[in-house]
Structures are given as structure tokens and as C-alpha cells.
């Protein structure tokens, strides 16, 4: 079946610009998790989903950064006012969301956001 | 709080040598552990995982033994090919918890 996917691939935005990434999980999966891969920092949790709801957002950097999952299904991770420090790999993964602890999360192919 | 600590790279071998990548972890809670892969131009995937204490995760020639006396999950693979040239993630996930925390990675480097 159909993996995670991510878009776009490639995102290149100026300064102070807002920017929004999507993702869509695998069908089932109500648990959704954005991460953020950079040179500097290596991987980071950013928000997880299960549903629609965030019990954990507890990785947001700052609070220009937001998500939301509308459907138990796709997200949106929005940056408003975009810095240069925002330059990353955003990496959205999905799983079945039944077992703390122990469940599989499977990865997009991530977004490659580059602030100007 | 949690973290992972992985040997630093990059790794550098000859085809059909032995590998190991060190894992270490701090935990609060009792976490599982994971090995995830990033091949060359590829997305994150799990190579393998384990979720109680002396459990052996395995996955295409490469094992990790759970071991909690000494708080480690270190990667091992007989003989490497230059195929399994990528970097390395550990990671746990802790009690409670569905994030993954994540060590630093380790690329790899098989040489033919």
C-alpha cells in the first residue's frame, strides 16, 4: 500500500515568510509525529497526533510553529515568519498508534525547507 | 530526561568485515529500542527493534541485543556489503511514550 507522503519535496522561502508542509500517514494510522532533521541539531521530535488531537507538542521550538490534523488524517505544519535557524529536513512519520512505547513508525520522505 | 548516545562516524570498512555501532541510553522509564536506517537519497526505516530486556531484534544480517544491565543496543552485522553503505540511527521510545528520541547517527562506509 501506499506509504507516507510529504509535500512539497523541496521548499525554498525568504526570510520572515510563512510556510506550510503536509503530510498524509498511511491509511489507519491515527497516530501522526512531525520531526526535524538539521546538520546542526540531528533529529528532533517536534509534535505527535493521535487523532486529531496533540497530547504531546512539547518539541514545538518556538511559537511560530503550529500543526494541526483535520480527519484523523492529513497535517499541516505551518512556520510563520521563517529565520535562516528554520533551515531543515522536515520529516513526518505515522503509526497504528495502539501501542505506547513499542509501536512502529514509518517515514515520508521528508520536505526540505531552506530559508533565504 | 532521555537520550541516545551513538559512536560518531563515519565508520569506514572493507566488504565482508565485522560491524559494530555502539547505542547507549538513559531512560526514566523502561523504553524500547530501535534501529532505524537512512540509505542514500532515501527516507527513515526501521532496520530493526526490541521492546523487553535481552530481546535480540534481527533484520537483514544485522542484530542488536537488548541489554539493560549495561543500558545498551548495539548494532552487529558478520560481514557487511557495500549495499549497507548509510547512516545509523538508535532511538528509544520511552514508557508511555510514542516519540522517538534519537542518537546522533552513524554513517557507514563500506569500501569493495
Known amino acids: 500500500g501506499a506509504g507516507v507522503s510529504q509535500s512539497p519535496s523541496n521548499k525554498v522561502t525568504e526570510k520572515g515568510k510563512d510556510v506550510e508542509l503536509r503530510c498524509d500517514p498511511i491509511s489507519g494510522h491515527t497516530a501522526l509525529y512531525w520531526y526535524r532533521q538539521s546538520l546542526g541539531q540531528g533529529l528532533e521530535f517536534l509534535i505527535y497526533?493521535?487523532?486529531?488531537?496533540?497530547?504531546?507538542k512539547s518539541g514545538l521550538p518556538s511559537d511560530r510553529f503550529s500543526a494541526e490534523r483535520t480527519g484523523g488524517s492529513v497535517s499541516t505544519l505551518t512556520i510563520q515568519r521563517t529565520q535562516q535557524e528554520d533551515s531543515a529536513v522536515y520529516l513526518c512519520?505515522?503509526?497504528?498508534?495502539?501501542?505506547?512505547?513499542?509501536?512502529?513508525?514509518?517515514f515520508g520522505p521528508g520536505t526540505r525547507l531552506t530559508v533565504l | 530526561g532521555d537520550s541516545v548516545t551513538q559512536m560518531e562516524g563515519p565508520v569506514t570498512l572493507s566488504e565482508e568485515a565485522f560491524l559494530t555501532i555502539n547505542c547507549t541510553y538513559t531512560?526514566?522509564?523502561?523504553?524500547?529500542l530501535f534501529w532505524y536506517v537512512q540509505y542514500p537519497g532515501e527516507g527513515l526505516q526501521l532496520l530493526l527493534k526490541a521492546t523487553k530486556a535481552d530481546d535480540k531484534g534481527s533484520n537483514k544480517g544485522f542484530e542488536a541485543t537488548y541489554r539493560k544491565e549495561t543500558t545498551s543496543f548495539h548494532l552487529e552485522k558478520g560481514s557487511v556489503q557495500v549495499s549497507d553503505s548509510a547512516v545509523y540511527f538508535c532511538a528509544l521510545s520511552d514508557t508511555g511514550n510514542y516519540q522517538l528520541i534519537w542518537g546522533a547517527g552513524t554513517k557507514l562506509i563500506i569500501k569493495p
Open positions: 531512560a526514566t522509564g523502561y523504553p524500547s
Open positions: 497526533f493521535q487523532g486529531n488531537s496533540a497530547p504531546d
Open positions: 512519520a505515522s503509526s497504528l498508534g495502539t501501542t505506547p512505547r513499542a509501536d512502529t513508525q514509518y
